[in-house]
């Protein structure tokens, strides 16, 4: 099982988002626990392009763009109603003018490993959901065959996906942002997201949320996928 001791910062998916968000809080010294459902490597059907803009975060984070599968690329084709158009990346004074291609099955287990090196601890093939206490974060269970345990971190960062189990348990929907109390959450306290990958990590602190069907009286997996 996880380690007996709870962290300060519990990382709900292990994606680039949070990947990154375990990278810099586990950097900045906080004890952080990054938890992914799944074993690497894991098949994604999206993602694989970078945007210079990805490529600077990860450049950032020390990723090796010499490893094997790994296609740099100037620029982008789009191909719509029989026309196709060629565009080569900008030159940019923050961001490189090149972009990339690798297959998340590689992305994310390398991801994950840097933020391993700052410190962080991977629980792979664990999943997490929200321990709800009289209408309150109290906890996350994270639960393995062998068993369920909770923990109580100060802080949650949910990089999951909105519609994935932790997010619908809290009510976050397509259409609507996360209950009130919760805020998009920077990859380190100096540095904010700067694409939609990014973008998608959000925080919460064990406080209250707002009531909804998916969470009133609910076991922390009697919910569907």
Known sequence: MAPSASPEVLVVGGGPAGA???F????RGRTVWLVEKQR????KTCGDGLTPRSIYELEAMGFDFAVPGFHRCRGLRAVAGGLTLEFDWPVHPVYPNWGGVIRRTDLDERAASLAVGQGATLLT???AAPLLEGGRIAGVALRRPEGVEVARPGVVVVADGALRRFGRALGAHRDRRLPIGWAAAATS??????????RATWTCTMSPVPSSPATA???PWATGR
Do not use: C, F, K, N
């Open 20 to 22: 990154a968000a375990a």
């Open 125 to 127: 093939g664990v999943e």
């Open 24 to 27: 810099w809080l586990a950097r």
């Open 189 to 198: 306290p100096a540095r904010a997201p700067t694409t939609a990958s990014w």
């Open 40 to 43: 690497y490597p894991r098949a």
């Open 217 to 219: 009286g609910s076991s």
